[in-house]
């Protein structure tokens, strides 16, 4: 693993795009980075082990910007590649880019300026859902507001999906020191989100669609499902274990049925064979656990189960009745 073009300072922030088989999206995300209004920081490029042109395509980055740092290493999946970048991050604060992504020229400057002002260790902003072609998509979900959350407030909350995405969220650096994203996971955010945020002393929201979100056909997320999928029910898991742990009764409710929800659709797309994998089991045996700490913390009121329909039924809604008052 080699590191390249190290910068003259420690900057202010360093921004960690991991790198694989993106050969169709990656200058695109990395202008938009090298736009940014605010200038003081690093662009950690992590090649991790991209078959494609990747590889040239961050070395001529570097070459043309001496903010941008490669590192190039053998394919190990998101995680090691996050994992490396945070390794060689200098910066103060730490933000994280998906390469086939884009962010706002004021997306280092707004959320920079929100966590130095409110004093938060944690800045989040919301998202503009695109199509693979960049067109935005039909349905805009806009959790947020402008506002400062406590640690207590970020957790109960912590599930809507400008706070839970990494990608989302600029982050000061000493909250995640020791932070490691789990390797061989998917839905990797939601597996680190609940210690990161239970460090956090406040969270700072900006309204503002500042990260723009590519919505791949072929991803992880919108993609066929598979077995690897099923590591969504154990991410699940760990942020209803969190909420339960804070108290927040509603939000672990939800985590419950959202678990219950991806198994069933998980389960509907697995071969006869598949269904029959120790990995299914372990699932189901999860669910049930989750159910049963659920009915033991009193969390199975009809206020929750209400209020959880409405946020599968109309998100926006449930989102302004909830968190808007």
Same mark, same amino acid.
């Given at each position: 693993?080699?590191?390249?073009?190290?910068?003259?300072?420690?900057?202010?922030?360093?921004?960690?795009?991991?790198?694989?088989?993106?050969?169709?999206?990656?200058?695109?995300?990395?202008?938009?980075?090298?736009?940014?209004?605010?200038?003081?920081?690093?662009?950690?490029?992590?090649?991790?082990?991209?078959?494609?042109?990747?590889?040239?395509?961050?070395?001529?980055?570097?070459?043309?910007?001496?903010?941008?740092?490669?590192?190039?290493?053998?394919? &190990?999946?998101?995680?090691?590649?996050?994992?490396? &970048?945070?390794?060689?991050?200098?910066?103060?604060?730490? &933000?994280?880019?998906?390469?086939?992504?884009?962010?706002?020229?004021?997306?280092?400057?707004?959320?920079?300026?929100?966590?130095?002002?409110?004093?938060?260790?944690?800045?989040?902003?919301?998202?503009?859902?695109?199509?693979?072609?960049?067109?935005?998509?039909?349905?805009?979900?806009?959790?947020?507001?402008?506002?400062?959350?406590?640690?207590?407030?970020?957790?109960?909350?912590?599930?809507?999906?400008?706070?839970?995405?990494?990608?989302?969220?600029?982050?000061?650096?000493d909250i995640l020191e020791g932070v490691v994203f789990p390797v061989g996971?998917?839905?990797?955010?939601?597996?680190?989100?609940?210690?990161?945020?239970?460090?956090?002393?406040?969270?700072?929201?900006?309204?503002? $669609?500042?990260?723009?979100?590519?919505?791949?056909?072929?991803?992880?997320?919108?993609?066929?499902?598979?077995?690897?999928?099923?590591?969504?029910?154990?991410?699940?898991? &760990?942020?209803?274990?969190?909420?339960?742990?804070?108290?927040?009764?509603?939000?672990?409710?939800?985590?419950?049925?959202?678990?219950?929800?991806?198994?069933?659709?998980?389960?509907?797309?697995?071969?006869?064979?598949?269904?029959?994998?120790?990995?299914?089991?372990?699932?189901?045996?999860?669910?049930?656990?989750?159910?049963?700490?659920?009915?033991?913390?009193?969390?199975?009121?009809?206020?929750?189960?209400?209020?959880?329909?409405?946020?599968?039924?109309?998100?926006?809604?449930?989102?302004?009745?909830?968190?808007? $008052?």
């Amino acid at each position: 693993m080699t590191a390249e073009k190290k910068p003259l300072k420690n900057p202010e922030i360093s921004v960690i795009v991991p790198v694989y088989k993106v050969e169709k999206y990656l200058n695109e995300c990395i202008d938009s980075i090298l736009a940014q209004t605010f200038t003081d920081f690093e662009l950690i490029l992590v090649d991790d082990g991209s078959p494609d042109n990747c590889p040239a395509l961050c070395d001529a980055a570097a070459e043309k910007d001496n903010r941008v740092r490669v590192i190039h290493k053998a394919n &190990g999946g998101v995680s090691t590649a996050r994992n490396a &970048g945070l390794a060689a991050a200098r910066g103060n604060w730490v &933000g994280f880019v998906d390469s086939d992504d884009v962010i706002d020229k004021t997306y280092l400057e707004k959320l920079y300026c929100a966590g130095k002002q409110s004093g938060a260790e944690i800045v989040a902003c919301n998202l503009l859902f695109m199509q693979e072609d960049g067109i935005p998509c039909r349905y805009q979900e806009q959790p947020l507001r402008t506002e400062i959350l406590s640690q207590d407030e970020a957790i109960h909350r912590m599930r809507l999906t400008p706070l839970i995405q990494a990608t989302t969220r600029l982050h000061r650096r000493d909250i995640l020191e020791g932070v490691v994203f789990p390797v061989g996971k998917n839905y990797e955010d939601a597996f680190t989100t609940p210690e990161i945020f239970e460090r956090a002393t406040a969270v700072a929201c900006v309204e503002e $669609k500042l990260y723009h979100y590519r919505v791949q056909s072929a991803s992880i997320m919108h993609g066929k499902a598979n077995l690897k999928n099923l590591d969504e029910i154990d991410a699940n898991y &760990g942020l209803l274990q969190c909420t339960l742990r804070h108290g927040k009764k509603d939000a672990a409710y939800l985590q419950y049925a959202l678990m219950k929800r991806y198994f069933r659709n998980i389960k509907k797309q697995l071969s006869p064979e598949l269904l029959q994998d120790a990995r299914v089991k372990q699932a189901e045996t999860l669910i049930a656990q989750a159910k049963m700490e659920i009915r033991q913390s009193g969390a199975c009121t009809l206020r929750n189960v209400l209020e959880t329909a409405l946020c599968f039924a109309k998100p926006q809604l449930y989102f302004d009745l909830k968190y808007r $008052k």
